[in-house]
């Protein structure tokens, strides 16, 4: 079967295909590089565009009822799982991620988030405050237009789940996905216009790190919300405070993933497999550090290592295959340099390694000490480091020690231990018995370095609105002079 999928032209800007004025961006299948597809960047003055088509479609999708907005969207989460086997595979396409991934995590999540958006958008009211005559209501109303910046490893959920609440609150949006991966976004506007969606509100701009500051600094922008690396995110925060733009910065992290003695061995395994190689380790809030109780260790590599052996690695669009290659060469000798550097340091290889071509095969490191460069940065990629311990305080502490703070879990048979050690730990996210499950209904965001705000919930509603007070005074006006 072709691999082609060529959208119609790079660029969504007011309801319509635009051709991107600016450099080439081909795009590989990762699997095996072959290009899939060839944009064009935009030009500045084409970010301009889109921003301005966003700016002037606004205020009529904000007047409109907020069932009328709802429905937009729930009709556009129906369109993508009637369409569900081709968006699966042009995700696979696009990002390298077994097809019996994307058929599962992606765009359906994407369909939650724009069903539960539009649900939620006629829910939504401000407050009474009564003043014993006067009195103060409150109106929670839309910011504007958002800009939304977009990492490779969950190119299309990440559209979504930045559109459907801010579409939902009456914002538009500028999104720009990763150059690695810019197709899904397409797609979604594409089926956002057939949903419904009023020209303008959702547009789709092209390019790398300089169109993404060009979006982040437009006068028109009154928010952004990115997904990337921390030192990205640092970058954005910063441009975007200029001018006072709301931030939503879901960013990376090292997160711990304490197994304690009592746990169920086979369920804690199971769920440091999905926490470290999923989409081939290339999640944010994966648990990269696993800490395991000193009594099981042994018995927790050796059936972590059998389980691994059994893994089946391959064409991301061969149903069978469950691991499929790293995004790009770039990203590839990241991940190879950081098992080169864990083995420099000293850690024990129990499985995996640097692997051939496009594939790096799940790798796990026993016998890691916090101070290891492997245990402190993010690698991004499947790369698992297994580390002891002997307390619940002393693992509690070693978990918190660390810059980053997206997520953590705790695997135990003790109730009262899950929930204190869950309440301990410095995590935005923090799974007891289950890791990596991120619901719609379910807030989502770091603390400390990991990023600022909440995405997914009825918490996003207020990282995409804004609240306006109106005073109604019911007597006369005393003035005093
Ligand atoms: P980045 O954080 O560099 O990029 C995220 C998005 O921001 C991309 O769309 C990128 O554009 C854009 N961008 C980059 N610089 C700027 C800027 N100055 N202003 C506005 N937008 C900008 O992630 P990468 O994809 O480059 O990956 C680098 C590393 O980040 C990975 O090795 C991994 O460790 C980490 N990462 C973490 C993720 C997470 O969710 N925690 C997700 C993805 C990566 P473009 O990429 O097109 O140049």
């Known amino acids: 079967m072709s691999h082609d999928a060529q959208p119609d032209a790079s660029l969504y800007i007011a309801g319509r295909f635009a051709e991107g004025e600016g450099e080439a961006l081909p795009v590989h299948y990762p699997y095996d590089a072959t290009v899939i597809a ?30 009328e907005r709802g429905r937009v969207l729930i009709r556009a989460a129906q369109m993508i799982r009637d369409r569900a086997e081709e968006l699966a595979r042009l995700e696979t396409l696009d990002t390298g991620k077994p097809i019996q991934e994307t058929r599962v995590a992606d765009w359906p999540s994407g369909a939650e988030a724009l069903e539960y958006f539009g649900g939620l958008a006629p829910t939504v009211t401000g407050q009474a405050i009564p003043l014993g005559g006067d009195f103060v209501y409150t109106i929670r109303e839309a910011l504007g237009v958002c800009a939304g910046i977009g990492a490779w490893n969950y190119p299309s959920q990440i559209a979504c789940w930045k559109a459907a609440p801010a579409l939902a609150m009456g914002n538009a949006m500028v999104f720009k996905p990763s150059e690695e991966t810019p197709l899904g976004a397409l797609k979604l506007a594409e089926i956002l216009t057939e949903a419904g969606l009023p020209p303008g509100i959702f547009n789709v701009v092209q390019g790398g790190g300089a169109v993404g500051a060009a979006l982040v600094t437009d006068p028109r922008v009154a928010k952004v919300s990115l997904t990337g690396s921390v030192a990205t995110g640092q970058k954005v925060y910063a441009a975007a405070a200029e001018g006072m733009r709301h931030v939503t910065m879901e960013l990376g992290g090292k997160s711990p993933l304490i197994v304690f003695d009592d746990a169920s061995l086979e369920d804690a395994v199971g769920a440091a497999v999905l926490a470290n190689f999923y989409s081939s380790g290339q999640v944010c809030s994966n648990g990269t550090r696993v800490f395991v109780q000193e009594g099981i260790l042994p018995a927790f590599l050796e059936r972590l290592a059998k389980r691994l052996a059994a893994v089946r690695i391959g064409d991301p669009l061969d149903e069978a295959t469950q691991h499929g290659p790293i995004i790009s060469p770039a990203q590839l000798c990241k991940v190879r340099a950081a ?73 135990t048979r003790d109730l009262a231990r899950g929930h204190r050690v869950a309440a301990a730990l410095q995590a935005g996210t923090t799974w007891i018995n289950a890791y990596n499950l991120t619901p719609v209904e379910a807030p989502f965001g770091g603390v400390k370095l990991s990023g600022v705000g909440r995405e997914n919930s009825a918490a996003a509603i207020e990282h995409y609105s804004q609240l306006k007070s109106v005073y109604v005074g019911m007597g006369g006006v005393d003035a005093p002079y």
């Open 339 to 411: 098992i080169e550097r864990g083995r420099a340091e000293g850690a024990r290889l129990v499985c995996g390694g640097p692997g051939e071509g496009a594939f790096v095969p799940p790798t796990v490191f026993a016998g890691v000490t916090d101070d290891m460069w492997i245990a402190r940065e993010e690698i991004f990629g499947p790369v698992m480091s297994v580390l002891g311990f002997a307390t619940e305080a002393e693992a509690v502490a070693r978990a918190n020690a660390t810059p980053y703070g997206l997520a953590a879990g705790v695997f």
């Open 38 to 67: 060839t944009l064009r960047a935009a030009t500045p003055k084409q970010v301009a565009q889109a921003t301005a088509a966003a700016a002037a479609a606004q205020p009529a999708w904000a007047a409109l009822r907020p069932v």
